[in-house]
Nanobody, 124 residues
Framework: QVQLAESGGGLVQAGGSLRLSCVASGRTVTMAWFRQVPGKAREFVAAIKRSGVTAYAGSLKGRFTISRDNSKNTVYLQMNSLKPEDTAVYCC?????????????????????WGQGTQVTVSS
């Protein structure tokens, strides 16, 4: 079983940046970031395969960048030009395969392993 541990969350002013990290206990295939606000459904943020193929939520409009270091079993989320509406708990997730089209991995049900989440709060 893969253990995931996120870090890098915190309080930042609107327009600022944060870089989230997620370290896995072992090799991972497809990795993703989701976010959730109380009372709302979990929202897809971004996904990345080991090959580097990525997918993003359209609403991010280029502000976020997902990347990974396969040698370190780590995935990152660079968050720029943050807005108050980006405030949420951000969780990373790992899926056991990568053979579907990247759009398939937008669904949270595709992931077997989840981190505990890290809080991101953007003030106005």
């Amino acid at each position: 079983q893969v253990q995931l541990a996120e870090s890098g969350g915190g309080l930042v002013q609107a327009g600022g940046s944060l870089r989230l990290s997620c370290v896995a206990s072992g090799r991972t295939v497809t990795m993703a970031w989701f976010r959730q606000v109380p009372g709302k459904a979990r929202e897809f943020v971004a996904a990345i395969k080991r090959s580097g193929v990525t997918a993003y939520a359209g609403s991010l409009k280029g502000r976020f960048t997902i990347s990974r270091d396969n040698s370190k079993n780590t995935v990152y989320l660079q968050m720029n030009s943050l807005k108050p509406e980006d405030t949420a708990v951000y969780c990373c997730a790992a899926a056991p395969n990568d053979y579907y089209e990247i759009t398939y991995y937008r669904g949270s049900d595709k992931y077997d392993y989840w981190g505990q989440g890290t809080q991101v709060t953007v003030s106005s």
